[in-house]
């Protein structure tokens, strides 16, 4: 009789357990910590990777969460203070108790996040830090999502060596984002065989580029690639006409951008811009991320948005693929891992440092932003040599 009440005990025990562990897990979430500014004047810029993170939320969880558990973010302010970001994410460890770690916007921000993460040995996913400085050596669990500032060059470069455009201008604007572009640039030309000219870089604000299409003109430069903003690519167009003037290939950072095209109408045509993503990359899932991202926030997302779903769906994989959230397995896991995402390809160095994604490269054809660059994910063929102006046409 007493083993008979003992047995049926046990087993009242089990059942209980059993209707209890799927509430258990819900209490127990995966906690996802990031600082992520919500207030302040980078506010406005950075409102798309908070819109990224919560939409990967929701899907994640529409899916069963992680390990069984649901995702629960944790998102903190730094009112646009990135002096404050270290102590945020020392917090997020200490009191939030957070599993994994997302980085905050931008590469100023993202040395104090990597700082605190090293420090605490967690785990964190660079989310927005392209910059050569956030991937240190000899960093351990700090890996990086974007494509770094010094990829940027990458596509440009490589039709140029396959067009044989061997002289090459290389144009930076003088801040250390485009000139960091620029130097790799400068030294990955070298490299390939290709004769670039001494780098050209010009003040913030400038809007005469005549000096430098004079000198490109004598140096008989086949290729101008140049970094900074829109802006500053619209200058070197209308230099260009004023001068008549047109290299084989004309490739700018800014002219990805649809400000571009809007103020040049069609003296846009066949110039090449660079860009970190576009919504119509065939990457895996992007058409589906663009779609979602629309339907929830009512506007088309931006390269910041993809960057923050695609941390997510790396943190996805490679917590699927350790099995635990103990920290030296999910850091072996970020550091072994091979995936793609809607943003472009994850792989690292042994720094953490991406060594898969590559900026893409887009041309003004007929009016349009087609993909020509990788050709993999290409929506055209790019059209060079870019056109004389005295045989351009207007369009129809």
Known sequence: MAMRRMTGFLATVALLAAALGPAHAQDNPVVVGAVVTQSGMLADLAADLRKALLLWQEEVNAAGGLLGRRVELRLLDDRSESGSVRALYEQLIRDERADLLIGPFGSAATLGAAGAAEQHRRVLLNATGAARATQRAGFRYVFQVPA????????????????????????????????????????????????????????????????IVTRARAAGAQAWIAFGLPQDAVEMVKAFRKLDYAPAMFVAQGAADPRFVARLGQDAERAIGITPWEPALRTPGNARFAESYLRKWSAEPTALAAQGYAAGKIIEEAVRRAGVLEQEALREAFAALRTETPLGGYGVDRDGAQRAARPALVQIQNGRREIVWPEALATARWQLPYPRWQERRVLK
Request: avoid cysteine.
């Open 148 to 211: 770094p500032f010094g990829a940027y060059a990458a596509g440009a470069l490589e039709v140029a060596l396959r067009m044989d455009y061997r002289s090459i201008l290389i144009v930076a604007r003088n801040d250390p984002v485009a000139r960091e572009m620029a130097d790799r640039a400068q030294a990955d030309a070298i490299a390939l065989g290709l004769r670039p000219a001494p780098l050209e870089a010009y003040p913030a604000g400038a809007d005469d580029f005549v000096p």
